[in-house]
């Protein structure tokens, strides 16, 4: 187990580099750079220009510029500095990294608590009502898009999106603003957990039916547990799978909702990493990129060794 | 004294090809203390047999009719909660796969001892002991060290004796055999049938036991009942099915054992194939496959026509022979 866990994360330091290099030569392709807005600039002339792309480092041959970056990296941690913001990308980061996990991990703790059960009560009355009603209810959550969702939320509830009211932003952490939070944080949550809760109750259902039609269900029927019993195991066989896609979530949630968190004003990393990619800011969005693959690659260490916790199979080999 | 009394079963799933009658009209007793061979191709309802009585299948689609008497006590109707106290305790049931006869999740000892305990008022040290004294029973190794792994880290014949184990750990009266050997290979197949009939003569166990080999049922069985196409053709004496088989399917599966002599030679088979489950053949279902196909087979289900020693066959060479005397017997 311990050689297992080692294993996986000494694996993570090669496929890093791998991202790294794939991040940087992804955000090269992008036509222009970061002193293309200023071409159209009457006020700067185009030996201005040339300054700026020379203090920038931009003369350079990409080759060179993203080995002086790794370099950076491994041998002071320092990830570039954004044009845009003219501050260390690690710090701005930093700054929105709190809100951004946070939000996250509510989100898939919501859609775990709500999912998992629905689809569990779906797969052991299928095709009755109730069942109808939940598949129904999830396609609508699958096909609706996340920003619409969370508009109209928004118009119903007469909010304009944020974590606080404007009274709160800056102030002290007091329990007025804890409960302000508690307010206004559900409204991303259920928006960005509405689709992926229908997909995973989908899932579990799946699951759960799989495992109700397996042999061992009938040999432990045939042994005469009682219902209760039986149920204990295939709920437990079938929540096997999902730990997996859990791993996967997360990074999913970060990228996958920039569009949501720019309606819904949030101060998470998506709506920041889409300035910095109109901004050609470089740094800032190659950083970003290696964050989510790093995020990626923690879940997935964590959903393995959870997985290999819970499997014997999987424990052993 | 039968122990358990099956009459007039008819087990029909329904589906969107049609009804399935996959066990149509089955009669048959088990008595105390005898190993009953049911035997027949794949798919000719033996399994569903078992799955019924021990009320595993699934309602609806199953649509269970007839009577299915277990000491007296009728079981087709039964509900599920009366079921529980039923099955492991009184009929246990092993399987033709035990690979996946298990949870994956759980060690093989957890498993029986949640059995177990489901069925007894022991301790758990107390069940613990009782499982590893039949993990010794059936013939595991090392019992005490196997009792905490998990089933992918047994061999299949190994987890089929640790099935019988745990199933007769729970001291069932009746034991459902569904081809408990089928999945091994062959020399283990061996053990696990000595193993089976020693276990019965120790603890008097009735065995249904399920299988399409007939050179396992040779070796192992009191009686026979021939089973085509959801209904029983043929019941008899082990020695007197060997010796003297009467329906055409059953010389057809006699004939079609290997022998030694026959290398070089195309083997015998039995022409044609099960026909499919919702498209059974009117009249005798054997006939479009059967060498002494007549008119009437083609018409009228045979009734079961009784011979010396029990025997009993449903054909209409034998129906034919009853009415019209003189017909020579072949």
């Known amino acids: 187990m311990a050689s297992f866990i080692i294993r996986r994360i000494l694996i993570i330091i090669p496929m890093m580099f791998i991202v790294s290099f794939i991040c940087f030569f992804l955000t090269e392709l992008q036509p222009g750079d970061f002193v293309s807005q200023y071409l159209e600039n009457p006020r700067i002339s185009p030996e201005q220009i040339e300054l700026i792309k020379e203090r920038l480092g931009l003369d350079q041959p990409p080759m060179t510029r993203y080995v002086m970056w790794l370099k950076q990296i491994i041998t002071k941690g320092d990830f570039g500095y954004s044009f845009a913001f003219k501050r260390p990308v690690i710090d701005l980061i930093w700054e929105r990294m709190g809100w951004t996990i946070s939000i996250a991990l509510s989100t898939i703790l919501f859609q775990w608590i709500v999912a998992v059960p629905l689809g569990i009560f779906s797969a052991l009355h299928p095709y009755r009502m109730w069942d109808y009603i939940l598949t129904f209810v999830a396609f609508i959550g699958i096909s609706i898009p996340n920003f619409f969702f969370a508009l109209i939320l928004m118009y119903l509830t007469n909010s304009s999106g944020g974590l606080f009211s404007s009274q709160f932003i800056g102030a002290p952490l007091t329990w007025a603003k804890f409960y302000d939070l508690l307010q206004h944080v559900w409204l991303p949550i259920a928006v960005i957990g509405l689709s992926g809760l229908a997909g995973l109750m989908r899932v579990m259902r799946g699951n759960m039916l799989d495992m109700l039609g397996a042999p061992f269900v009938n040999s432990l029927r045939a042994r005469g547990l009682p219902e209760k019993q039986v149920r204990k195991h295939v709920i437990k066989n079938a929540l096997n799978p999902m730990i997996s896609i859990a791993g996967m979530e997360l990074p999913n949630i970060f990228s996958g909702t920039v569009i949501t968190a720019i309606v819904l004003n949030l101060p998470t990393m998506g709506p920041f990493f889409y300035t910095a990619l109109l901004n050609h800011d470089q740094y800032l969005v190659m950083t970003f990129l290696m964050f989510i693959a790093f995020i990626t690659q923690i879940g997935n260490l964590l959903a393995d060794i959870l997985l290999a916790v819970l499997d014997p199979r999987i424990r052993m080999s | ?330």
């Open chain 2, 1 to 330: 004294m039968s122990i358990i009394q099956v009459e007039h079963l008819k087990s029909f799933f329904k589906t969107d090809e049609g009804i399935v009658k996959a066990v149509d009209d089955v009669s048959f007793e088990l008595r105390e203390n005898e190993i009953l061979a049911l035997v027949g191709e794949s798919g000719c309802g033996k399994s569903v047999t078992a799955q019924t009585i021990l009320g595993l299948l699934k309602s609806p689609p199953a649509m269970i009719e007839g009577s299915i008497k277990y000491h007296g006590q009728e079981l087709v109707g039964l509900s599920n909660k009366a079921y529980h106290k039923l099955r492991g305790k009184e009929i246990g049931m092993i399987f033709q796969e035990p690979m996946s006869a298990f949870d994956p999740l759980y060690t093989v000892g957890d498993q029986a001892a949640e059995a177990v305990a489901v069925h007894s008022k022991l301790n758990k040290p107390e069940i613990r002991d009782k499982i590893i004294a039949m993990f010794n029973k059936v013939g595991i190794p090392e019992a005490e060290n196997r009792y905490d792994e998990y089933p992918h880290q047994m061999s299949g014949g190994m987890l089929q004796r640790m099935l019988i184990a745990l199933t007769l750990a729970c001291d069932p009266k009746v034991l459902i055999a569904d081809e408990p050997t089928t999945a091994l290979d062959v020399t283990i197949q061996a053990q696990v049938l000595n193993l089976m009939r020693d276990l019965q003569n120790e603890f008097n166990t009735s065995i249904i036991f399920i299988t399409h080999d007939l050179g396992v049922v040779a070796e192992l069985s009191d009686r026979i009942h021939v089973m085509y196409a959801g209904k029983i053709v043929e019941k008899a004496d082990v020695v007197e099915l060997f010796d003297h088989p009467k329906h055409p399917y059953t010389k057809g599966l006699l004939a079609s054992r290997l022998k030694r002599e026959m290398k070089g030679q195309i083997l015998p088979f039995i022409k044609g194939t099960v026909p499919r489950a919702f498209e059974f053949p009117e009249g005798c279902r054997f006939h479009p496959r059967c060498p002494h196909a007549m008119e009437i087979c083609k018409q009228k289900d045979p009734d079961p026509v009784a011979f010396e020693n029990g025997h009993v066959c449903s054909c209409w060479l034998y129906l034919k022979q009853n009415k019209t005397d003189g017909v020579e017997s072949q």
